[in-house]
């Protein structure tokens, strides 16, 4: 048997709504765009927005998409969706938003060990950052408390994104070298 020469990197694909995940190996940004749309049965002439799961990051540009690790869970939007941290079009029987719940719970979790913001996901990052307070001082949280959440939980997102932004710069710098370095051999 002859063994088959594979090339491509593999990557987890999801649905906006966060219902479908689905794994494909692609070449290229192009590629990847197109089995996505194959896969995720949405017409090949309908546009689409590729962005980073975790946190709405948009990849547009080759040199990025080939940043990526391996297995990265990259969400496929059409033109008329958007990326959100939780799925918006989710209800309880109570009619609160499944992001509602999920901050309560977030809260809640923090005022046990407020120590516990610093291993939150970009997502509950987020959505901590983006809560409007006063909203939630119904629900027996502390006014002040609130605020130094949401405060912190900023500060935490923007660092959180900021080591991504140094990461993601030292592999294109160390892909660049490599291929310098073998263009350099060749050479001689």
């Not at 987890?12 to 709504?17: E, G, R």
């Not at 001082?137 to 006014?143: G, K």
Request: proline letters at 2%.
């Amino acid at each position: 048997m002859a063994s088959e020469e594979y090339t491509g990197k593999p990557y987890k694909i999801i649905d906006s709504k966060r219902e479908h995940k689905i794994g494909i190996v692609a070449t290229s940004l192009s590629d990847f765009m197109t089995k996505a749309q194959q896969k995720l049965n949405i017409n090949e002439n309908e546009p689409i927005k590729v962005v980073l799961e975790s946190d709405g990051t948009e990849i547009d540009e080759e040199d990025y998409f080939d940043t990526l690790e391996t297995n990265t869970l990259i969400m496929i939007l059409k033109s008329d969706q958007k990326w959100s941290p939780y799925d918006i079009s989710f209800k309880f029987a109570d009619d609160q938003i499944d992001g509602t719940q999920s901050l309560n719970s977030l809260i809640r979790r923090l005022q046990n060990d407020i120590g516990q913001i610093a291993f939150l996901s970009g997502c509950d990052l987020e959505l901590l950052s983006d809560m409007d307070p006063e909203s939630l001082v119904d629900l027996a949280f502390d006014r002040s408390f609130l605020d130094q959440v949401k405060e912190a939980s900023g500060r935490f997102l923007y660092e959180k994104r900021e080591a991504q932004d140094a990461i993601n710069l030292l592999k294109l710098y160390h892909a660049s070298t490599i291929g310098q370095n073998s263009t350099k051999k060749s050479k001689v």
